[in-house]
Structures are given as C-alpha cells and as structure tokens.
C-alpha cells in the first residue's frame, strides 16, 4: 500500500501545536507497520536548514490563478519516512507559519503543489492522507482528477479532523481563482454563504477520521459541529475516531535528552531530580514535598484557562507550586504575570513556545492540568501520563479516551476527570488528587498506572491501515 501525508505543519520540520506533532510521526509509524508511506508539507522560514538532505526538485512549475509559478522540493528522511517539503518563499516564508488573511490561497496552493508533485513521481497512489481544514482542497481537486486521469483513478482519499473549529473559510467568489469554479467545486465548498475549506475535505473525501473516539460523536451534535454536525451524521458511516499515538522516540523519561536525570515506571528517583531543575529553572524555593501543578498550553478558549484562572488562588492555598509555559491570548497571558508578580515563591511563568521546557515541565512537575472546553484529541495528558505527571482533564474528546479516574479501592486509573465546566467540579478534583498526592504509596499507583498504559503510535498506524483498506470495500 502507497500512501502520501499531507499537513499544514508537521515535526520536526514545523510545529504549533499537535497536528505538527501527529502528521510527523504517522508516516514513519505507518512505515513500521510496512505501509509505503510518504509526508508533504511546505517548508517554511522556521524549518531548521540543517534538517534538509538535498533539492529533489529545482523548478516544479505549477499553474496558480492563470499564470506559471515555480516551486523547488527538498528532501529529508528527519521525520523518519520520506518527506517532500514544498518551498515557495512568497507563500510560505514568512514570520509565522499561520495568520494570514490569505491563508486560504496559501494552503490551496499547497495542496496542489503536492498533487503535482505527486503525478510527477509517476507512482500512483493508493490513499492520499489530508489533514485538516488546510488539505480540504486536495479532497475536492482529487475527486475531479479521478474521472479522467487514469493515474489517479485508483487512489482514495482519507481526512482527518484535528480541530473542527478551524475551518478555513473564504469568499466564494475566490473559488474561480483557485481552479474551483466548477459547480462540483462550488457544491463541495460552499457552506454558510461563503466557501469552507473544511466542509470540502468532509465533503468529498472517502473516508473521514477524527482524532479520538468520543470527538467523533461529540462533533456530530449541533453544540460541537460548528454547523457541519448535519454533514457529519450524514456521512456518519464513513467516520472513525483513532486515538492519536505518542512518538516514545522524543517523549520518554528513560531517555529524553532535555532532562536532567532519567526515570521509568520502576525506579521514579530521577523524577525528584527532574523536580528539583524545574524549580531551580524557575527561582522557585527548593520545597520537593509540594506538588508541582503544570500547565503547557496554547492559551486559547478552547483549553479553558478560565477554569485555571478561577482556581488558583485554592491551589495556591495549599502551598503548591504552579508552573505555566504558554502563549496567546492576551489577556491570559497578562493574567499569569500578574499571578507570578502576586506569589512570586509559589508560582513560575514562561510566555513563549519552548520545546526543551515543554520537555521538562512535563518530568518534573506532579499534576498537569487540562480542563478544556473540548479537545479533539489532547498530547499532553498523554506525554503527562508517560512522565509520571498525574493528569487532571475535563471528560471531552481525547482526554476522556485517554484518562480514567483514580479509584481507591480498586486501584485503577491514571488521572483525575470531571464533566461540567464548573470551577467547583475542577476544584474538587484538584483536592482529590492533593490528598492521593500525601499518600506516597497511593501516588506511586497512580503514576505507574498512567506510566504502562501503551498510547504508541503503533496501535494507532495498525487502525490506520484497516481505515485505508475500508475505502476499497
Ligand atoms: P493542541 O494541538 O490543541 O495545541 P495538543 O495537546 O494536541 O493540543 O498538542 C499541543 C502540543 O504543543 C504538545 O506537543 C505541547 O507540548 C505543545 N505546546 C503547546 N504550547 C506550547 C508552548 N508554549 N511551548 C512548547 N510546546 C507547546
Ligand atoms: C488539534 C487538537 C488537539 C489534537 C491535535 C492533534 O490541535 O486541538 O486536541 O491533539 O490536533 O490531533
């Protein structure tokens, strides 16, 4: 089986969050479960020049909006399976990777350099693997070229939904310009008076995945489809949810190289070093038997700061630390200044995107706290789950997949999980791991449970495949 990834970002090339971190590590996944698999991304100003191996093409001419454009295509094995990395500089060379009110002509044309790169390779494809509201419109060129061009006749087209909430919406009239003037274009992109490029992908692909289980029926309901939940449930039989895997090549206590001391489900003592550097890190007073509570974030409506925002002063009253890496919205980033200026000893804040320190806020830290609104999928509960950090999530999506509540009496579960968006609900959770965390005994059970659990990419590349093979059924 012949199969090409296609992603807005994807590691270690580029990254802003998890659908960099999943598009990188699913091709060399789906090549260790012998899948000919191969990734395409565009290379942009923040992909480290020293990742790529050699210019596979210097003058890819593409027709865009009635004139010639050239691209080159470089080559790199970093992400462990072949990768193609698109380079047109005035589309992609810019100061951050989205953002653009053009963003939508960006990815169109992304998508189809990668179609005619793709042809130019000369070896027909079985599944061509789209991403994301960014790759919709391959979905909808590839269903086109299939009547009539024997090459891709046979290749089927698989979409996955990340985040339902981003959905690359555009003027209608701008369809002609991007070669989807035609009235089946227009049908699959028109959504809502404008053109999506979202509901296009939904709309025409084979297959449709999504990135847990439970994300899959939630966005089939009117409060979480964001208007497409009609077009969900009507194609409800061709939607699968397949929890996204962790790539234990880059996150694993045992070996990660940003940690100051390693540690497994065994032998947990290089965590307590781990601890010691995160407060150090931080200026933070060296009290090792106050918990940690950590929180690593796009500071979005989404992940529910607000429920962090009301909580902490409880935290904080118990003595705990509370360790934040994160960035974007203003005003919460504001708010965790003015929190680290009011309890300078007891609290640490990093506004950015760090990766080394993602790394080890992870290892060191003892609750890592998730109360999102909703969470296709969720990583860092699951990078928490491997690090011996004890997860405190909301049960949606993702996290509701991932996570199972600590019982006492059986001893099972991994973390701590509650339903409504309710401050109350989140604090009650927070003391109910705070007095597990007092019982030494009782924790060391908590964290070896979510420590053996096996969330790798393997599983999920072996669900994968049956989804491939479905589009030909
Ligand atoms: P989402 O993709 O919605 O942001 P995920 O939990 O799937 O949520 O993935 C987030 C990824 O981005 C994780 O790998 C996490 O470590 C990383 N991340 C988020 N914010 C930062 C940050 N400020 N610095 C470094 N890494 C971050
Ligand atoms: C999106 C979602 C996140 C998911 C990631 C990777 O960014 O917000 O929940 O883990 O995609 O699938």
Redesign the pocket.
Known sequence: MRVAVLAAEAVPYS?T???G?VAGALPKALRQVGVDSLLIAPLYRQTKENLLDHLAIDDLRIDWRGREVSAQVYYSEASGAPTFLIHQPEMFFRDSIYGYREDYERFAFFNHAAIVLLRRGGKPLDIVHLNDWHCGFAAVEIAKLRRWDEFWRNTRTVFSIH?LAYQGAFGMEELWKLGFGDDFSRNAFAFDGAASAMKAGLADSDMLSTVSRRYGFEIQQSENGYGLDWLLRRRSDRLFGIVNGVDYDVWNPETDPDLPAHFNAHDLSGKRECKRALLNKFFLPENLDQPIFAS???LTA?KGFELIQQTIGEILATGAYFIA???GEGESENFLQRLKNAAPNQVGIYI????T??HQIEAGADVFLMPSRF?P????QM?SLRYGTVPIVRAVGGLDDTVENFDRVSGTGNGFKFDEFRADKFVEKIYEALFNYHEPDVWRRIQRNGMIVDNSWENAARKYVSLYQMTRA
Do not use: F, I, P
């Open positions: 990254k969050g998890g659908l971190d985040n690593v974030t796009r989404q890496l994160g960035s950015g995107y760090n990766e320190l993602a969470e999928c969720g990583l860092n990078y």
